[in-house]
């Protein structure tokens, strides 16, 4: 098989070349693995991961245009392979992309508001038994990327206008908690909660099987016109 991989040292590179291997398909092959096997027999590439499993999200990248975790994602006996970085993130070298503008944001919004210490009373006290069923499945997010590289509202007007996607999922996370004492449902407007065309690509692309992107969004959109956040049709 032929895979065609984007290569790129911002250094010393003018621009972002392609580069062709050919290399020996093995059954249930991932691009991980194709990738490996590139770098291992042929010449060194540019790549990141760790985990195999899509839990740490770091081999997010694209594979014939479709946003994807190469550790889980089966790549084809074909000479139509072609990798590129992740959409929408800085190119640090080949298929390494800087996620710092995303993961930074999702710590901070991930960081438990409250007005004072959570107490013992707090705690023992019950919650409503719905929110666990909805924040367990957000836990699965590896904050990888791949939802928002593949969300057509970024492409068209850009992380500032709207969070996207995996933004959007780190609010939803405190909007359940139910120690959390922020007003997450603002926060979610003022960062394009409304922007959202409900397309589902982040749901056809996110390898977190759990997650159910667009029942997340109608639980925050169903808050904010309740709040009365909802904008005015133009």
């Not at 290399?23 to 991961?49: G, K, R, S």
């Not at 298929?95 to 930074?104: A, Y």
């Not at 996110?206 to 016109?225: G, M, N, P, Q, T």
Request: aromatic share 6%; with cysteine.
């Amino acid at each position: 098989m032929k895979i065609k991989i984007q290569k790129y040292n911002p250094s010393v590179d003018p621009a972002p070349h392609f580069e062709e291997y050919e290399i020996t398909h093995t059954e249930h092959m991932t691009l991980l693995e194709a990738l490996v096997q590139v770098n291992d027999t042929i010449e060194p590439i540019a790549f990141d991961y760790s985990c195999r499993g899509r839990v740490c999200g770091r081999c997010a990248m694209t594979l014939n245009g479709v946003p994807c975790l190469a550790c889980v994602t089966p790549i084809e006996d074909s000479d139509k392979n072609e990798v590129t970085p992740l959409k929408h993130f800085p190119v640090v070298r080949d298929l390494i992309v800087d996620k710092t503008k995303i993961t930074d944001r999702v710590s901070r919004i991930l960081a438990r508001q409250r007005a004072f210490d959570l107490t013992v009373e707090e705690v023992k006290a019950p919650v409503d038994a719905a929110l666990p069923k909805k924040l367990e499945p957000l836990e699965y997010c590896a904050r990888c990327g791949v939802c928002t590289a593949a969300c057509p509202v970024v492409e068209q007007k850009g992380l500032k206008s709207y969070i996207g996607p995996t933004g959007m999922i780190a609010i939803a996370n405190r909007f359940y908690d139910p120690y959390d004492q922020g007003d997450r449902v603002v926060e979610a407007v003022q960062n394009g909660l409304w922007e959202c065309i409900e397309c589902g690509m982040c749901n056809s692309v996110c390898k977190a099987l759990e997650i159910d992107h667009l029942s997340v969004w109608k639980d925050l959109r169903e808050a904010a016109e309740s709040a009365g956040l909802k904008p005015p049709r133009s």
